[in-house]
């Protein structure tokens, strides 16, 4: 198995703290996320890693096995970062791993052990991470519905609890075929159209398509990153004790 973080963005929301370096290098709990990711995706038997760079992309080089530089950065989303490993993803099966989520090995190993061309998990227990994360959960939070394992909808704003059966982590698995189906569903799109998806709008496109993407559950164990705010949270609630979200 081989994987693939997508890290090239600045995470404009961490405000000074990526002034200089990635947002995926962002310390947490004395470490990199990249590191906590890497590590995590080793223990569950990943044997290669990449990392599609952009920003600051010289302060990745000591991280993954191999690097993958999407030189539109700037201006595209976060699909388009994965576009830039088209040949990878048409050759191998790879974890994809969003750049400012952190993790455990089980989470991956669950994902892995998907059996389905295209595969995410989604957190179960995304409303005590939520509530702690906003005021108002629902204003963050997008709807989710499965069905026997199988993803039904995603992407769009919730506007009740009931509409949001977990919380996609930013983790899929895509299999070559996988990727195929994917590149026949970009090739529908207005030409570069599919540069600007975000990942949850991809998936949604994918679904109105007819393609099957396994759902599968975890019960806690991650965290994302957008804020130092969110930062200063985790490591409060790892001094405190037992928490459901403790990716270690």
């Known amino acids: 198995m081989k994987s693939i973080t997508l890290a090239a963005g600045?995470?404009?929301?961490?405000?000074?703290?990526?002034?200089?370096?990635?947002?995926?290098?962002?310390?947490?709990?004395?470490?990199?996320?990249?590191?906590?990711?890497?590590?995590?995706?080793?223990?569950?038997?990943?044997?290669?890693?990449?990392?599609?760079?952009?920003?600051?992309?010289?302060a990745l080089q000591p991280f993954a096995d191999a690097h993958i530089y999407n030189p539109e950065w700037h201006n595209t989303n976060i699909f388009g970062s994965l576009l830039c490993?088209?040949?990878?993803?048409?050759?191998?099966?790879?974890?994809?791993?969003?750049?400012?989520?952190?993790?455990?090995?089980?989470?991956?190993?669950?994902?892995?052990?998907?059996?389905?061309?295209?595969?995410?998990?989604?957190?179960?227990?995304?409303?005590?991470?939520?509530?702690?994360?906003?005021?108002?959960?629902?204003?963050?939070?997008?709807c989710f519905i499965q069905q026997d394992g199988w993803l039904q909808k995603i992407g769009s704003r919730a506007t009740a609890i009931k509409d949001i059966q977990g919380q996609y982590m930013g983790l899929l698995k895509i299999t070559p075929q996988g990727w195929q189906q994917i590149c026949e569903c970009i090739n529908t799109l207005p030409s570069g159209q599919g540069k600007q998806l975000d990942m949850t709008t991809l998936l949604s496109l994918?679904?109105?398509?007819?393609?099957?993407?396994?759902?599968?559950?975890?019960?806690?164990?991650?965290v994302e990153v957008d804020t130092p705010s969110d930062i200063r949270l985790y490591e409060s609630q790892l001094a405190v004790g037992e928490w459901s979200h403790d990716w270690r």
């Open 206 to 222: 994918l679904l109105s398509l007819g393609v099957r993407i396994a759902a599968v559950p975890v019960q806690g164990g991650w």
């Open 85 to 142: 490993a088209t040949a990878i993803l048409a050759s191998d099966t790879h974890i994809v791993s969003y750049g400012d989520i952190v993790y455990r090995a089980d989470s991956v190993a669950k994902l892995m052990a998907a059996d389905a061309p295209i595969a995410i998990t989604y957190d179960e227990l995304w409303l005590e991470l939520w509530q702690q994360r906003f005021a108002d959960p629902l204003s963050d939070a997008e």
């Open 10 to 58: 600045r995470g404009s929301r961490l405000g000074g703290l990526t002034a200089s370096t990635p947002k995926t290098l962002m310390q947490l709990a004395g470490k990199p996320l990249l590191q906590w990711q890497l590590e995590a995706l080793k223990a569950a038997g990943v044997t290669h890693s990449n990392i599609v760079t952009g920003y600051c992309a010289e």
